[in-house]
């Protein structure tokens, strides 16, 4: 695969990877609502996309697939910065065990999710 190909593809998987980001995260925080304040749009972006990076990474795929799969889409669609600010801002509205909780949840779940689905992908 060339080098002109492979960055095409990094710039339309990433920004297809930017647009489900924020569909997923506007279409969970609209349906489930958390009158605390607590990010489950980005919880649940992020516990979806550990998945999807554990799935791809058990698949038998050539190494430019797993770039553009793994690094471009999932980059792209996973948002640890948002996380960490998100964080944040709990702790400076003094909601500490939200804050605490958020990142527990996230480590927890995102840990979980990556091991199903790698063992998902390596049932295929």
Request: glycine content about 12%.
């Given at each position: 695969?060339?080098?002109?190909?492979?960055?095409?593809?990094?710039?339309?998987?990433?920004?297809?990877?930017?647009?489900?980001?924020?569909?997923?995260?506007?279409?969970?925080?609209?349906?489930?609502?958390?009158?605390?304040?607590?990010?489950?749009?980005?919880?649940?972006?992020?516990?979806?996309?550990?998945?999807?990076?554990?799935?791809?990474?058990?698949?038998?795929?050539?190494?430019?697939?797993?770039?553009?799969?793994?690094?471009?889409?999932?980059?792209?669609?996973t948002t640890f910065s948002t996380w960490m600010?998100?964080?944040?801002?709990?702790?400076?509205?003094?909601?500490?065990?939200?804050?605490?909780?958020?990142?527990?949840?996230?480590?927890?779940?995102?840990?979980?999710?990556?091991?199903?689905?790698?063992?998902?992908?390596?049932?295929?």
């Amino acid at each position: 695969m060339s080098t002109v190909a492979v960055w095409a593809g990094v710039m339309l998987l990433g920004g297809l990877g930017a647009v489900c980001r924020l569909l997923v995260d506007r279409a969970v925080s609209s349906r489930v609502t958390v009158a605390s304040g607590f990010p489950v749009g980005t919880l649940a972006v992020n516990v979806s996309g550990a998945w999807l990076l554990g799935f791809v990474g058990a698949l038998t795929i050539s190494p430019h697939v797993a770039l553009l799969a793994g690094t471009a889409f999932v980059g792209a669609y996973t948002t640890f910065s948002t996380w960490m600010l998100e964080t944040q801002r709990l702790g400076e509205e003094r909601r500490g065990r939200l804050a605490v909780a958020n990142i527990v949840l996230s480590v927890a779940l995102g840990l979980a999710a990556a091991w199903l689905g790698q063992l998902i992908g390596r049932a295929l």
